[in-house]
């Protein structure tokens, strides 16, 4: 079959998926539910950043953190996405198949519904592209042809511009959080005119996307490490020295917070020493104060990326000690 004959059939696969229309959805989303098509949109974006290597698709962070960024730029903020529900049910569409973890084969094929991803990942080890589709997908061409079918098929026309954008965000996004990473690692300072080089939203969910990845959404404090179903995650990137003052997004001055810890930090009710411990202020046991866990948190070490080259800067630390810890 030539290229341009399986690219022919699969956007008519993509333009025919199932999806839901009994949901209350409205015209924008053209009456149906938009889970399968911006998962699709999400794996399209994976392709172009480079991030899928291999013809198995993994339920990662990175991927519900994607498929997050496109359902709440269309979306109501009361209305959750749940990625386990397009991951699952894109299998009737034939191009899609999920792969059972061993001994659950059985049961995954009887299985006709999962809620959460908990339940799903308890079944499968990922999915798997037919192998034409997975070739089809290495081409730039290939995917913008079918990202444009998606966006066509299944939204309205006023969200084909917030859909396209959306992509090329999270593109703009990628390759600076890549850029921070890369130039962490070789321990070279970033020039004005490689941050003036992205906008200023991309900066800033660039830095964050490279802090939480490399902390592995866990909180460099406490250790809390969660993910909901619709892709969002408990921590922050933090700057150590503020942005205001350094505008400074190196790694080295970045740290994955949990939003308790975050604000606790930025106050100044909790420090880091020159050997990474977590330093209490003061201030945290006056009278009035009811700080609970954090109590224990004093003399633990941080808990810090797996790369020892991507931990804090002595000199970030040492600066927010002098400027921002509460004595």
């Not at 503020?242 to 917070?257: E, R, T, V």
């Not at 202020?281 to 954090?294: A, C, D, F, K, T």
């Amino acid at each position: 079959m030539s290229v341009d004959s399986t690219l022919a059939k699969y956007l008519q696969s993509f333009a025919h998926l199932r999806t839901d229309h009994t949901g209350g959805w409205t015209d924008a989303t053209k009456g149906h539910a938009p889970h399968k098509p911006l998962l699709l949109l999400v794996i399209l974006d994976l392709f172009d950043q480079g991030r899928i290597t291999s013809n198995l698709i993994e339920i990662s962070a990175e991927l519900g953190e994607l498929f997050a960024a496109y359902w709440y730029s269309i979306m109501p903020k009361e209305r959750k996405g749940n990625l386990a529900l397009p991951f699952f049910h894109l299998r009737s569409s034939k191009f899609w198949h999920l792969i059972p973890r061993p001994n659950q084969e059985t049961l995954l094929e009887i299985t006709r519904q999962v809620d959460t991803l908990t339940q799903l990942q308890r079944l499968i080890l990922g999915a798997e592209l037919d192998d034409d589709l997975y070739i089809l997908l290495q081409s730039q061409s290939n995917r913008n042809s079918l990202r444009t079918s998606l966006i066509q098929t299944y939204f309205s026309a006023e969200l084909h511009g917030v859909l396209l954008a959306q992509s090329e965000m999270s593109r703009q996004t990628f390759v600076y959080s890549q850029h921070l990473i890369e130039q962490a690692r070789k321990h070279m300072a970033e020039s004005p005119n490689e941050t003036d080089a992205y906008q200023p939203m991309c900066r800033d969910q660039g830095f964050r996307r490279a802090i939480v990845r490399i902390y592995d959404h866990r909180c460099a404090f406490c250790g809390v490490r969660m993910l909901t179903s619709d892709g969002r995650t408990v921590v922050d990137a933090a700057h150590i020295i503020p942005c205001s003052f350094s505008h400074n997004d190196d790694p080295h001055n970045g740290i994955a917070l949990c939003r308790l810890c975050h604000w606790t930090f930025d106050e100044g009710l909790l420090g880091i020493s020159p050997k990474y411990a977590m330093m209490l202020s003061p201030e945290m046991r006056i009278s009035l104060n009811v700080p609970g866990h954090l109590l224990t948190l004093e003399n633990r070490t941080i808990i810090g990326p797996i790369e020892s080259d991507l931990w804090p800067s002595g000199e970030a630390t040492d600066w927010h000690l002098q400027n921002i810890f509460r004595k």
